[in-house]
T-cell receptor, first 114, second 116 residues
Framework: NAGVTQTPKFRVLKTGQSMTLLCAQD?????MYWYRQDPGMGLRLIHY???????AKGEVPDGYNVSRLKKQNFLLGLESAAPSQTSVYFC?????????????FGQGTRLTVV | DQQVKQNSPSLSVQEGRISILNCDYT??????FLWYKKYPAEGPTFLIS?????DKNEDGRFTVFLNKSAKHLSLHIVPSQPGDSAVYFC???????????????FGKGTHLIIQP
């Protein structure tokens, strides 16, 4: 079982460049999330999706866009990267909107913007 | 304003002893709480959870206690083992109470170090 897979694992960007982070899950989960983790901080929610074709803003959405064209994939885009977006990004998926269940996380993408 | 607080950045415990990790929250709409464990260069993995209608949940060596009146929960690990050395995150959800977005609100984490 692959679970939640993030691509790429590491990336260095120059300020102003764009990139897309890919998250893929093979558990047929409805909910998917993007979080960022900064040093000494907990994970903070960027955007999330409650199903194919839907997206919603989380706690820190500015500077990011997302798309969920297929149920198994959730893409996070940075149109014009800034040094403040240097962080570790985690994708997560969760079964559905029933009683709360645990979210499954990917291994993370370490992004550095110089 | 931090809604989930883990006030101990690190905790050192001797192997075989009990580890107690604490978490406080401020949002009374939280109705479900989870603990995640994280090793370096890996994603968080689910450990144990508790609904707000309960005050205790146990799973093997791990027990979570919830004190709603004090808005406090704790994770007990007995006995502590070297493989338990990791960062532990407390997380909370307000989804069931309709009080928040669908994501989890995380604390900053506690680095647990198990000494041989």
């Amino acid at each position: 079982n692959a679970g939640v897979t993030q691509t790429p694992k590491f990336r260095v960007l120059k300020t102003g460049q764009s990139m897309t982070l890919l998250c893929a899950q093979d558990m047929n989960h409805e909910y998917m999330y993007w979080y960022r983790q900064d040093p000494g901080m907990g994970l903070r929610l960027i955007h999330y999706s409650v199903g194919e074709g839907t997206t919603a803003k989380g706690e820190v959405p500015d500077g990011y866009n997302v798309s969920r064209l297929k149920k198994q994939n959730f893409l996070l885009g940075l149109e014009s990267a800034a040094p403040s977006q240097t962080s570790v990004y985690f994708c997560a998926s969760e079964r559905d909107r029933g009683p709360r269940t645990e979210a499954f996380f990917g291994q993370g993408t370490r992004l550095t913007v110089v | 304003d931090q809604q989930v607080k883990q006030n101990s950045p690190s905790l050192s415990v001797q192997e075989g002893r009990i580890s107690i990790l604490n978490c406080d929250y401020t949002n009374s709409m939280f109705d479900y709480f989870l603990w995640y464990k994280k090793y370096p260069a890996e994603g968080p993995t689910f450990l144990i959870s508790i609904s707000s209608i309960k005050d205790k949940n146990e799973d093997g060596r791990f027990t979570v206690f919830l004190n709603k009146s004090a808005k406090h929960l704790s994770l007990h690990i007995v006995p502590s083992q070297p493989g338990d050395s990791a960062v532990y995150f407390c997380a909370a959800s307000a989804r069931g109470s309709g009080g928040g977005a669908d994501g989890l609100t995380f604390g900053k984490g506690t680095h647990l170090i198990i000494q041989p």
